[in-house]
């Protein structure tokens, strides 16, 4: 069964530096997403992704965050320069169609800003 | 008010029970409204979803959508103790691609 994946698994960074998240999204899916889940609370919308442009982002997505499809098969999210707050399941998805009702998403990126 | 409220539990029910979770809302637009299944420090995963009212079906699971009272549930049949795991209702209203969660209902299934 197609799947999205996601490396690492489990992210350790220091304030301050740059992290580069990565996803495989399922091969024949067009639409992208990043959702991030802060231990305890909901899971949130952070940003989507189409034909290699942002399509909607929320307002958690400031400058800070960035995403780029370097590669018929990549999609990663770069966060600039960490804080302690980013600290955070961070959940890459993808949906074959405009509606994101079906999206299905990966196993997430557990990112620890220390 | 929340845009979508899910009571967090926890729920603990035996083995063969049925299982009801619900979720309300506040946003007469959302029109798509998914359950999705999260084990513990992983992705969540996929149930199933509606559109608009009505019920829908998918082996052991139902869910339900009364759009008049802004109310959904998932209902689980002669639940399993692998069916433990939290339960998140999401939403989606047209013409955006961002779901909205709620902050999920943890379910146990004891043997």
């Not at chain 1, 989507?48 to 442009?53: A, D, I, L, P, Q």
């Not at chain 1, 302690?84 to 509606?99: H, K, P, Q, R, V």
């Not at chain 2, 689980?76 to 939403?91: E, G």
Request: glycine letters at 6%.
């Amino acid at each position: 069964e197609p799947e999205v994946t996601q490396t690492p698994s489990h992210q350790v960074t220091q304030m301050g530096q740059e992290v580069i998240l990565r996803c495989v999204p399922i091969s024949n899916h067009l639409y992208f997403y990043w959702y991030r889940q802060i231990l305890g609370q909901k899971v949130e919308f952070l940003v989507s992704f189409y034909n290699n442009e942002i399509s909607e982002k929320s307002e958690i997505f400031d400058d800070q965050f960035s995403v780029e499809r370097p590669d018929g098969s990549n999609f990663t999210l770069k966060i600039r320069s960490t804080k302690l707050e980013d600290s955070a399941m961070y959940f890459c998805a993808s949906s074959e169609g405009f509606s994101a009702a079906e999206a299905f998403f990966g196993q997430g990126t557990r990112l620890t800003v220390v | 008010q929340k845009e979508v409220e899910q009571d967090p539990g926890p729920l603990s029910v035996p083995e063969g029970a049925i299982v009801s979770l619900n979720c309300t809302y506040s946003n007469s637009a959302f029109q798509y409204f998914m359950w999705y299944r999260q084990y513990s420090r992983k992705g969540p995963e996929l149930l199933m979803y509606t559109y608009s009212s009505g019920n829908k079906e998918d082996g052991r699971f139902t869910a339900q959508v009364d759009k008049s009272s802004k109310y959904i549930s998932l209902f689980i049949r002669d639940s399993q103790p692998s069916d433990s795991a939290t339960y998140l209702c999401a939403m989606l209203h047209g013409g955006t691609r961002q779901l909205t969660f709620g902050s999920g209902t943890q379910l146990t299934v004891l043997p």
